[in-house]
């Protein structure tokens, strides 16, 4: 298993990134979802893992109980987008598997969405991870973490999963962010958390990302020893293969550039970062006609794709410098290309009816529900105030006992899963390959144990201690 240093990725052959993602599936409450959550989960582990009380996978992920009766699937450390990809939707298929034994086909299992209620849409979590060198000085992390902000915050034109309520959203996550009372430890404006998470509460825990500080014990930083880890929670748990693809893929990309932040200069840097990032993430998932403007850090006005287009081209300007992983280099093709497509429509209807609908989630969604409220006579906008249409609207979100997301999505990218189809399955009950995930499921198969989401180290049957290699070496 290759090591690599923290001046590697500052260097003209930058390294693949360790990345991972954690995706949450929820029971809805008349289902009795606590004991089925505990069911599933123990399905799982006795299924497709070691012990069940390790709540280890054999494929070096994990699967368990969190806040809310919710099921949790996070996956092995996997090396680029395109493994983790594959590594998130076998995580699906062991879910969706369980639910079948231990539910049945009367009784529903949900991804994102479970209900509606006077306050609006539920959302569950789904939380990106990557990776990064140590920052030295929470300035500079806080200067960088503000241009990743923009990032985020704009890329729901094309990442959003879409969001039915009194009108068609792009992002289900941006008011859950927008309205979460702030963390303890950043101001009252402030989106982003810096050197920690705060208060560890689901009604607090929501700013745009985390970067956790260097040393601190939480989640993957703890994991390679001296590094830190980003985690965007604003981010929509998409069906659709390419965008599961791109988001990832993409915020690795806007890594690289900081780390390659000297090879563009400060009013570069200006033009990609947001003026007033709280009020920009509410406005950029509901004005879907993309048509507004944003001020910049440089005093200039933007447009969401205009933003979204100048990072994209940063991204190949980069890959004429240094050499990049080939997945993240067709991502940065791909991201300049659904820009120019988006560009080009004039509403999000236009968009659902172009070939853009084969690709991005919320256009593939407002679609579906377009042919649903035509099919019922109904003319204008899609809305929830019809049950119909917002019967499917929740309908979409299901993954058992039907997935009809993932049948559209295997109509529309039928390539992907011809070609991944079987790699998908292998990935369920084993590790990515190349990765310290793989070393661990072994070590795992052979009798050793790992208490609760260690990475550092495993036991032996007698007892003995083992490190594991850390992939990214001092």
């Known amino acids: 298993m290759a090591t690599y240093t923290h001046q590697d990725f500052a260097s003209e052959t930058p390294p693949p990134r360790i990345m991972g993602t954690?995706?949450?599936?929820?029971?809805?409450?008349?289902?009795?979802?606590?004991?089925?959550?505990?069911?599933?989960?123990?399905?799982?582990?006795l299924r497709f893992g070691t012990k069940p009380e390790q709540q280890a996978l054999a494929n070096g992920g994990r699967l368990y109980k969190d806040y809310g009766d919710l099921i949790e699937y996070a996956t092995p450390e996997c090396l680029g987008p395109e493994q983790l990809v594959l590594a998130e939707m076998a995580g699906e298929r062991i879910v969706k598997t369980c639910a079948r034994l231990v539910m049945g086909a009367q009784h529903a299992l949900y991804r994102r969405t479970g209900s509606y209620d006077n306050s609006g849409l539920k959302t569950v979590g789904y939380h990106q991870n990557l990776l990064t060198p140590p920052r030295l000085t929470d300035k500079r992390q806080a200067r960088d973490a503000h241009v990743i902000g923009a990032y985020t915050a704009s890329r729901v034109i094309w990442s959003g999963a879409g969001m039915l309520s009194s009108h068609y959203a792009f992002s289900q996550k941006a008011p859950d962010i927008y309205n979460a009372p702030p963390l303890d430890n950043y101001g009252s404006n402030e989106m982003l958390c810096i050197g920690g998470y705060g208060t560890r509460t689901t009604s607090q825990q929501k700013p745009l990302l985390s970067w956790s500080r260097r040393g601190t014990t939480n989640g993957m930083d703890a994991h390679a020893a001296d590094w830190t880890r980003l985690e965007l929670r604003h981010a929509d748990a998409a069906h659709s293969p390419w965008a599961r693809f791109m988001g990832i893929a993409t915020a690795s990309l806007v890594l690289r550039l900081l780390e390659h932040r000297p090879m563009f200069d400060q009013d570069v840097w200006d033009d990609v970062t947001l003026r007033n990032l709280g009020s920009s993430v509410l406005e950029m998932s509901n004005n879907t006609s993309m048509d507004r403007s944003y001020e910049l850090a440089s005093g200039k006005r933007t447009t969401v794709i205009a933003l979204q287009k100048r990072l994209a081209e940063m991204s190949l300007e980069l890959a004429d410098r240094v050499s990049l992983p080939e997945d993240e280099l067709f991502a940065a093709q791909e991201w300049v290309r659904v820009c120019d497509d988006l560009s080009v429509h004039v509403s999000p209807e236009d968009v659902a009816e172009s070939d853009l609908r084969h690709r991005v989630e919320w256009a593939g969604r407002l679609h579906t529900l377009n042919r649903r409220q035509q099919r019922l006579g109904i003319n204008g906008r899609v809305t929830r105030k019809n049950p119909h249409v917002a019967a499917v609207d929740l309908m979409w979100d299901r993954i058992h006992p039907i997935?009809?997301?993932?049948?559209?999505?295997?109509?529309?990218?039928?390539?992907?899963?011809?070609?991944?189809?079987?790699?998908?399955?292998?990935?369920?009950?084993?590790?990515?390959?190349?990765?310290?995930?793989?070393?661990?499921?072994?070590?795992?198969?052979?009798?050793?144990?790992?208490?609760?989401?260690?990475?550092?180290?495993?036991?032996?049957?007698?007892?003995?201690?083992?490190?594991?290699?850390?992939?990214?070496?001092?």
């Open 403 to 474: 997935a009809p997301a993932e049948k559209y999505w295997r109509l529309s990218q039928a390539d992907f899963y011809e070609d991944n189809d079987k790699e998908i399955d292998h990935l369920m009950r084993t590790p990515p390959r190349h990765t310290r995930a793989h070393v661990r499921g072994e070590l795992l198969r052979n009798g050793f144990t790992v208490s609760s989401g260690s990475w550092d180290s495993v036991k032996s049957p007698s007892g003995h201690t083992q490190a594991l290699p850390d992939p990214y070496a001092h």
């Open 22 to 45: 954690e995706m949450e599936y929820m029971v809805p409450a008349e289902d009795g979802s606590s004991a089925v959550v505990a069911s599933i989960v123990m399905m799982g582990t």
